[in-house]
C-alpha cells in the first residue's frame, strides 16, 4: 500500500515540476531494493541526511551502515498508571483510547501499571478491551483477579519480555505498583521517554508524577495518542525522536 501510494504522490510531484519547468530528477523514489538503500547511504557529499522510517531493525542497520549523516527515529514504549484516586470511567474510556486507536503506531499503550489498592477494578477497567480482543500480559496480581473475569484465551502472565516491549499491536502488558514511586521508578527502568500518562484525581499526586516522569510527553487524565503531529496541530511527522 505505502508503496503504490508513494509512486502516485512521486509522480504527481514530478508532473507539476515538469508544469514549471524544474527538473523532475530533484524527486527520487527508491524501490525497495537493498543494494539501493545501501548505495544513498554511501553517496557521503551527495546525501545531506537520512532519515529511517520504519522499525528498529531498519533503523538499527541504517545507523550501522550509513556513512551520510543520519537523524534517528526511535520507538515507543509507553506507560499509563492508574492511581488509587482514580476514576474508573475516566480510566476505562482513557485506557480503551491508548491501546486500540491505532495499536501499530509509537503512541498506542504497552503496560499498564495499577495501584494494588485499585486492582479490583481491573476488570471494569478492560472491559472495553476484551471486547476488541485485545491479549492481556498480566503479573502475578493482576492475573489472580482477571482469572476467570477476562477472556482465558487472552490472558496470559508476564515473562520476562512483558516489560520494555514496543508491542505494536493488540496487546497490553500490566504491572501492579505500591504506589506512583514504583509507577514512576518502573517507567524510569523501562520507558524510552516518548509519551507517559497518569490517571488520577488526587492534585498532589498527579503533580508529583508530572514532575518526576523524563518523556517528551507527559499526560494527566489524558490518552498518550495525543503524541502526534495532527493531533499537536503541528501537521505530519517524518519520525519520532525523545533524545
Known amino acids: ?3 503504490y501510494s508513494n509512486e502516485i504522490f512521486v509522480e504527481i510531484v514530478k508532473r507539476v515540476l515538469r508544469e514549471h519547468s524544474i527538473d523532475e530528477n530533484i524527486v527520487c523514489l527508491l524501490s525497495n531494493d537493498r543494494q539501493e538503500t545501501a548505495a544513498m ?3 557521503h557529499g551527495q546525501v545531506d541526511v537520512i532519515i529511517p522510517r520504519g522499525g528498529h531493525k531498519l533503523i538499527d542497520y541504517v545507523r ?3 556513512k551520510v549523516p543520519v537523524i534517528e527515529t526511535g ?14 470511567e475516566k480510566g476505562k474510556q482513557i485506557i480503551f483510547n491508548a491501546k486500540t486507536r491505532r495499536p501499530s503506531v509509537c503512541n498506542a499503550l504497552d503496560t499498564l ?3 494494588r489498592d485499585s486492582l479490583s477494578d481491573l476488570p471494569q477497567l478492560l472491559e472495553l478491551l476484551e471486547k476488541e480482543k ?12 482477571l482469572d476467570g473475569k477476562y477472556s482465558n484465551n487472552l490472558l496470559t502472565q508476564t515473562d520476562k519480555d512483558s516489560f520494555g516491549t514496543e508491542f505494536l499491536s493488540l496487546k497490553m502488558s500490566i504491572k501492579t505498583v505500591a504506589g506512583v514511586e514504583e509507577a514512576i521508578s518502573h517507567i524510569s527502568q523501562h520507558s524510552s521517554q516518548h509519551s507517559e500518562a497518569i490517571i488520577a484525581e488526587d492534585q ?13 510527553a507527559v499526560y494527566a487524565n489524558a490518552s498518550t495518542t ?10 505530519a511527522e517524518i519520525g519520532i525522536s525523545t533524545q
Do not use: C, K, N, P
Open 1 to 3: 500500500e505505502a508503496q
Open 41 to 43: 547511504m554511501e553517496a
Open 64 to 66: 550501522e551502515h550509513s
Open 75 to 88: 520507538a515507543g514504549i509507553v506507560h499509563t498508571y492508574f492511581d488509587a484516586s482514580g476514576d474508573l
Open 113 to 115: 501499571m495499577v495501584h
Open 134 to 145: 485485545v491479549e492481556i500480559i498480566a503479573d502475578e496480581e493482576a492475573y489472580e483477579v
Open 204 to 216: 498532589a499526586t498527579i503533580d508529583y508524577f508530572l514532575r518526576r516522569v523524563d518523556a517528551a
Open 226 to 235: 495525543f503524541t502526534d503531529g495532527a493531533q499537536f496541530g503541528l501537521g
